[in-house]
């Protein structure tokens, strides 16, 4: 018999303003976010969304919407943010806010290399840029 089944995957990408009445002023291109969220969603071993650009301060939250353990490793190791596999299962988020401008690339070292598999990219740009 077949059955069909309907995935329902979590919303990738959720950026929140920085408050206000929800003005188009707003939603306007280049407005700065207070919060950026990237998720793994139900499908596991990918980023989503795989690449952003913030504003300086802005707080990045990882959530693991997956059902595997995953972790959160800057790609050149030599940066001090990230979270351990036993600290991301499912259900678990991690925050951080990086202020200092630059790229920013990560990965998760259970389904990918530095440079290849489950692999994201943060910009943090310039103020003002």
């Known amino acids: 018999m077949f059955r069909p089944t309907t995935l329902v995957f ?5 950026v929140v303003g920085c408050g ?5 002023e707003d939603d306007a291109p280049g ?13 596991d071993n990918t980023f989503r969304p795989e690449a952003a650009t913030v504003e300086p301060g802005t707080e990045l939250v990882f959530s693991n919407g997956g059902r595997n353990d995953h972790n959160v490793l800057p790609a050149d190791g ?3 943010w ?11 988020e991690y925050r951080v806010v990086l202020t200092e401008p630059g790229t920013y ?10 440079t290849a598999g489950m692999i994201g990219t943060i ?3 310039a103020s003002g840029s």
Request: proline residues 6%; glycine residues 16%; negative net charge.
């Open 10 to 14: 979590g919303l990738a990408f959720v």
């Open 78 to 80: 030599g940066d001090e």
């Open 31 to 43: 407005a700065v976010a207070d919060r950026v969220e990237v998720q793994i969603q139900a499908i």
């Open 82 to 92: 990230g979270v351990a596999t036993e600290d991301f299962g499912p259900g678990d």
């Open 123 to 125: 910009e943090v740009a």
């Open 20 to 24: 206000g009445g929800g003005t188009d």
């Open 105 to 114: 690339p990560y990965y998760c070292s259970l389904h990918a290399t530095p």
